[in-house]
């Protein structure tokens, strides 16, 4: 029960800010609450089928072939793996991070986890289709094609800058938040 | 739609699992809502940050931010908006069109759409949760860093 609390103290928190705020600011308060409803509903029906197959991935694909598909020694495989994984997600970039542990937790390349966040966040396919249509082809694959080497550079970057012992704690944390 | 195809593929591989092993899928559900759990109360702070964020900061809001000044200060006041702000890309992206039009600078709308995509200050601790401080910080520091040239170029090609 404490446990439960302690976890969800910024949520209830964040309620009450809410509800200060509905209570100070009657209209602000409320339209708040609506965009928190609608952006919930959204949620909601993005996320079953992403945890689904995150549930399903952690039992039937063996650390071994995770470690073969996206290890160190993947190569190029692993890195088109993780672009082609992110691109092809729905939903914003923090429904990535738990995705992210399992990858990491079954033994991928870090650098190839980063590229699927980049690809998440950036390159996914019904956001570039949105993207044109507002902004125009042009800019649309301009961003498309130079993130492409973006993305590259920031995980590989990222991966270089940490130590050994920076990648055990990512490790550790990877092996006890997802069971 | 595309999230539909994803109901497809997940409901597909759900019977696929079922018919081969019922405890292995049992577990594979167990694990799916537990990994869900585990991040559900950030999701939901996330959720009401949100809320309170699109009311107060109205589109009007962020157009001035953003569609004002232009320059170097412009580029760096749209790439502090779009790193801070978390807004949905059915809203951002008709924004960011509508600022086109309006005569916002492309290099201040694109290093806006970037940072927005790529980095996120509001989410960091949940990233924190699960890369620890130094990676999150690297990569959203690079990602911020990297907006620019993503901005730059867009700029150089479409005129």
Same mark, same amino acid.
């Given at each position: 029960m404490k446990k439960w609390?302690?976890?969800?103290?910024?949520?209830?928190?964040m309620l009450f800010v809410n509800l200060g705020l509905l209570i100070a600011y009657p209209a602000l308060g409320r339209e708040s609450f609506l965009h928190t409803r609608d952006n919930t509903m959204?949620? &909601?029906? @993005?996320i079953p089928p992403i945890f689904m197959i995150?549930? !399903?991935?952690?039992?039937?694909?063996?650390?071994?072939?995770?470690?073969?598909?996206?290890?160190?020694?993947?190569?190029?495989?692993?890195?088109l793996i993780g672009f082609l994984m992110g691109s092809m997600a729905a939903g914003p970039l923090y429904v990535a991070f738990p995705?992210?542990? &399992?990858? @990491?937790?079954?033994?991928?390349?870090?650098?190839?986890? !980063?590229?699927f966040i980049g690809a998440w966040s950036t390159t996914k396919i019904p956001l570039l289709l949105f993207e044109a249509g507002a902004l125009g082809w042009s800019f649309m694959l301009t961003r498309f094609v130079v993130n492409l080497f973006v993305i590259l550079l920031i995980a590989g970057l990222t991966e270089k800058l940490l130590n050994a012992s920076d990648k055990e704690d990512l490790n550790k944390r990877a092996q006890t938040l997802s069971t | 739609?595309?999230?539909?195809?994803?109901?497809?593929?997940?409901?597909?591989?759900?019977?696929?699992?079922?018919?081969?092993?019922?405890?292995?899928t049992k577990q594979a559900l167990i694990k799916a809502w537990k990994a869900f759990e585990n991040i559900l109360p950030q999701f939901i702070t996330i959720l009401f940050i949100i809320g309170i964020m699109l009311s107060l900061l109205k589109p009007e809001t962020i157009s001035r931010l953003i569609g004002g000044e232009s320059g170097f200060s412009g580029m760096f006041l749209a790439a502090i908006v779009g790193a801070?702000?978390?807004?949905?890309?059915?809203?951002?992206?008709?924004?960011?069109s509508s600022l086109l039009d309006n005569g916002a600078g492309i290099m201040q709308i694109a290093v806006f759409i970037s940072t927005l995509m790529m980095v996120g200050i509001v989410t960091m601790p949940m990233?924190?949760?699960?890369?620890g401080k130094k990676a999150t910080l690297l990569r959203n520091s690079l990602a911020f860093g990297f907006s620019f040239l993503v901005a730059v170029i867009i700029g150089g090609v479409i005129q």
């Open positions: 609390v302690f976890r969800y103290k910024f949520a209830v928190l959204e949620m &909601l029906y @993005i995150l549930g !399903l991935l952690d039992v039937w694909v063996p650390r071994e072939t995770m470690i073969r598909l996206m290890g160190e020694r993947s190569g190029i495989h692993g890195k995705v992210a542990g &399992l990858l @990491i937790k079954k033994g991928s390349k870090l650098s190839n986890v !980063l590229i | 739609m595309f999230t539909v195809i994803l109901y497809i593929i997940a409901t597909g591989l759900l019977i696929a699992s079922y018919l081969n092993d019922r405890k292995k801070v702000t978390l807004i949905p890309a059915f809203v951002a992206f008709p924004m960011a990233e924190i949760q699960y890369f």
